[in-house]
């Protein structure tokens, strides 16, 4: 038994522990929250893939697949389990979402590891070849990695945060020891060197198709076999570091890349592939992103509760790619989810308010106490119904597949 009460503490948006107790109850509302879809009689249960199952995102994608569609499969990821310090939060999310799923007669196995190595794929594929009849239906593609070895080469890439061309300047906003928040104005080095390739290398398209390749190569993808790589474009306010930086040249590589899979599916298997641009969300990801604080805390203030949260977008995802709603893509071939987030008027609202936000005003435009409530729930904290003040296990295992 490994029992201690634990507490928040935490450098900037990153925290060093997380509660185990905080992070199940969030999965439990997300699970709740979904609208459950009751199975054809005599049908199937799909089988899909998260590749990124346990944060943001692929942690909606992979709740909202298992709770709403109802299928079956493998989740992905990479978490460290406690030690000398908690788990990662993404170890207790994963425990507590596999707990629902056998709840729920879901045939779902989590996996551990590095998703950009050839011998995760092998696993995978194994997995699914001994486990799930040979077939793969669905493939969700959702991570956010710092760095990634090619198998290939053996070649390192490590992604960075940089515009391109030259320095950015951007409005930031941060908080005190004591919880005050403050606006500041930050600058960002351009990319020089080979930051771009790298970055691409790391987040682009390239991990997405080598999975694809592999899956196609072992003979796994059913027919009509669908993937989906999510993605965000966010406000102009956000673009300069984000869309037409280092960042955005890697989405462009996924959007071409989902182009190129597309064609290759539908001749393969009358498959598809398409990129999910997603809504605006805190994520641990985002948190990094010098102004997308800012960005987050001021469009929550202009829009409240009508901000569709991840496992919102991500049901409706499930609907367009299973055909329970019709499939809704822009002229580039990408499902839009973001559009409540960039309707004009909601654009203008924020880009008002950007301007105008300082230290001394910022309260009155942001909704803040909504932002860090969000960054502390990343990490299992400011869940309403948890006693912080009680001492809770900490040693959670990873869950083990077992046969449903």
């Not at 055909?323 to 008002?352: S, Y």
Request: hydrophobic content about 40%; proline content about 5%; some cysteine.
């Amino acid at each position: 038994m490994s029992e201690r009460v634990i507490a928040p503490r935490n450098r900037g948006f990153l925290f060093l522990d997380s509660h185990p107790s905080g992070c199940a109850r969030l999965v439990g509302d997300m699970w709740d929250a979904v609208p459950a879809t009751v199975p054809s009689l005599g049908a199937v249960a799909p089988v899909a893939l998260v590749i990124g199952s346990s944060a943001g995102y692929g942690l909606a994608a992979t709740v909202a697949g298992l709770a709403h569609t109802g299928v079956r499969g493998i989740g992905v990821c990479f978490e460290k389990g406690p030690d000398r310090r908690t788990g990662t939060a993404g170890w207790y999310r994963t425990a507590a979402t596999a707990e629902l799923a056998a709840k729920h007669d879901r045939d779902f196995v989590f996996l551990n590891g590095d998703a950009f190595s050839d011998g995760m794929k092998d696993t995978v594929a194994d997995l699914v070849t001994e486990r799930f009849g040979g077939k793969i239906d669905y493939l969700i593609y959702s991570v956010a990695a710092p760095r990634r070895t090619d198998p290939d080469t053996g070649r390192k890439y490590a992604s960075v945060l940089k515009p391109i061309g030259e320095a950015y300047r951007t409005k930031s906003l941060s908080f005190d020891d004591n919880g005050t928040a403050e606006v500041a104005i930050v600058e960002t080095a351009a990319a020089d060197g080979d930051d771009i390739e790298q970055t691409v290398a790391v987040m682009g398209g390239a991990d997405w198709r080598r999975w694809i390749d592999h899956l196609t190569g072992r003979g796994l993808l059913a027919d009509g076999f669908t993937t989906a790589a999510l993605s965000y474009i966010g406000s102009p306010l956000t673009a300069g570091l984000y869309r037409q930086g280092t960042i955005g040249a890697a989405k462009a590589d996924l959007e071409q890349t989902a182009r190129d899979l597309d064609e290759l599916l539908a001749e393969e298997c009358g498959g598809r592939a398409v990129t999910s641009v997603n809504g605006a969300a805190v994520t641990q990801s985002s948190t990094a992103i010098p102004g997308i604080a800012l960005y987050a805390g001021l469009l929550r203030g202009v829009l409240g509760d009508r901000m569709v949260p991840p496992i919102g977008q991500l049901t409706a995802l499930w609907d367009q790619l299973t055909g329970a709603a019709a499939l809704d893509l822009d002229d580039e071939g990408r499902v839009r989810l973001d559009t409540w987030e960039l309707a004009p008027d909601v654009q203008a609202e924020v880009a008002e308010r950007w301007q105008a936000a300082t230290t001394t005003d910022i309260a009155g435009l942001a909704d803040l106490d909504w932002f860090r409530e969000q960054v502390h729930q990343l990490y299992g904290f400011a869940v309403p119904g948890i006693d912080y003040t009680a001492p809770i296990e900490t040693d959670i295992p990873w869950p083990h597949p077992t046969t449903l």
